[in-house]
């Protein structure tokens, strides 16, 4: 998973014409923790997609913009828009996190 670090980078990112999963996550938090500790078997299954991720702390105006009011919360996004937003109360499982993806990726 590639770390997005700046507004201009993120920017870019996302207006890719394949989706692109972005991962909101803080340093701090233990559910960031856990899914980091399943998230490897997804990135397989998912390999065709682009991945990143982006610490909400450092760039919290992103996490504004895009309504990330809890963390771990995974964006899919498609020609500059959002089109898959999966909230940090259901992104506590891999099955969770698998059923989300499959309903948002082509």
């Known amino acids: 998973m590639k ?29 960031c923790t856990r899914m980091n500790m399943f ?3 997804i990135l397989q299954t998912y390999q065709e997609h682009e991945w990143f991720e982006l610490n ?26 959002k089109i898959g937003h999966l909230h940090s109360a259901n992104a506590k499982t891999p099955e969770e996190v698998s059923e989300f993806l499959s309903e948002h990726i082509d």
């Open 39 to 41: 998230i490897g078997d």
């Open 56 to 81: 909400k702390d450092d760039l919290p105006e992103l996490a504004e913009k895009y309504q990330v009011m809890g963390i771990p919360s995974l964006l899919i996004f498609k020609e500059g828009k």
């Open 3 to 31: 770390k997005i670090t700046t507004k201009a980078q993120f920017d870019d990112i996302i207006q890719g014409d394949q989706e692109t999963i972005i991962k909101f996550f803080a340093d701090w938090c233990p559910d």
